[in-house]
């Protein structure tokens, strides 16, 4: 492949590689007519804009045959049918890896090469996944598309969102390894981890002596005695 180029025919752009050509975004100056409700984000299409919905609304319509898993994308469907075929007509040349999407294929090449076409124009920092740069940018466009349906607390990152959810749900996903005992949060669990390992507490109430891990949790508690007041004789 080297030696060739090819060009963008949208943008007019050359690109030097296939791998480039494939990942490659033009930034065109389209209106952005159709606007999501809950988190303001713009859409040049309608089409575009329903699919974006479905992350608001939790709506599937796409469901496998085989598993009856459901999917916001069509696309989304048809990787996941891979697991069920396995197919994976994309193999990497340097490992023989293979994989079912061009997408992961073209990813998975850039733990080789060391190529990170994702590139935020606002920061400049380089991404070899597109999922990663996708996140990325929500640091800087403040879009939380994760809103939790009880208390409409939003978030950034799937994963975020899932662990607040069991704050609602009750589900205990974190476990002692030496008492068993769950925890809804990792913080958590690793506050307990304390009682274990003998650690001593950093900040103590000069009041009622009780101890606390952190500074800012030990004046909220002083108020208490304080009614309100912060004391003086808390360092």
């Not at 101890?211 to 005695?225: G, K």
Request: hydrophobic share 25%; glycine share 4%; proline share 2%.
């Amino acid at each position: 492949m080297e030696g060739k180029s090819f060009k963008y025919e949208v943008c007019d752009q050359t690109l030097t590689q296939t791998s480039k050509l494939v990942r490659h975004q033009c930034v065109l100056a389209v209106e952005k007519a159709f606007q999501c409700e809950v988190c303001n984000k713009s859409f040049s299409a309608l089409s575009n804009l329903r699919v974006h919905q479905r992350i608001h609304t939790g709506e599937k319509p796409y469901t496998c045959e085989v598993c009856d898993k459901a999917f916001t994308q069509l696309s989304s469907l048809q990787v996941h049918q891979t697991i069920h075929t396995g197919e994976k007509p994309f193999k990497c040349e340097f490992c023989d890896k293979a994989f079912a999407t061009s997408t992961r294929f073209l990813e998975h090449q850039s733990t080789h090469t060391g190529e990170k076409p994702f590139t935020c124009e606002v920061c400049g920092k380089s991404f070899s996944r597109s999922s990663h740069f996708r996140i990325h940018q929500r640091v800087h466009t403040g879009e939380k598309p994760f809103i939790c349906e009880v208390c409409k607390k939003s978030f950034s990152r799937s994963s975020n969102f899932r662990e607040h959810q069991r704050i609602h749900t009750g589900k205990k996903a974190f476990q002692c390894e030496v008492c068993n005992k769950y925890f809804t949060q990792l913080s958590g669990l690793v506050k307990h981890r304390h009682i274990h390992t003998g650690e001593r507490k950093t900040f103590t109430c000069d009041v009622c002596n009780k101890d606390f891990e952190q500074l800012w949790a030990m004046l909220a508690h002083h108020r208490i005695h304080t009614a309100g007041k912060p004391s003086e004789s808390c360092d």
